[in-house]
Nanobody
């Protein structure tokens, strides 16, 4: 069992930056791939970024490539999402996710956090 708690969301102007954190508790955190999804009002939850258990492999949605960076610190049981050059369309609830699957999809996630709201004003 893995519990995930996100933090770092808030209100930021377009062009600004935020760093999200996800603290994990429970066993075997370092064996899970970790990632971030987001859900905007009226839209489906979508993949944003993922990182392998080792941290060597990362994936990004096309919409955030070059602006967002995912990282993890297995010693601290924490995964991060650095978000730069934020746009109003990045406004959403951001969810931390853990999976043992080899693919990133809503269905492949084993554990979810409760989410943190990011609002980007124009």
């Amino acid at each position: 069992q893995v519990q995930l708690v996100e933090s770092g969301g808030g209100l930021v102007q377009a062009g600004g930056s935020l760093r999200l954190s996800c603290a994990a508790s429970g066993r075997s955190f370092s064996t899970y791939a970790m990632g971030w999804f987001r859900q905007a009002p009226g839209k489906e939850r979508e993949f944003v970024s993922g990182i392998s258990w080792s941290g060597y492999n990362t994936n990004y949605a096309d919409s955030v490539k070059g602006r967002f960076t995912i990282s993890r610190d297995n010693a601290k049981n924490t995964v991060y999402l650095q978000m730069n050059s934020l746009k109003p369309e990045d406004t959403a609830v951001y969810y931390c996710a853990a999976t043992n699957a080899n693919t990133w999809s809503v269905r492949s996630v084993d554990y979810w956090g409760k989410g943190t709201l990011v609002t980007v004003s124009s």
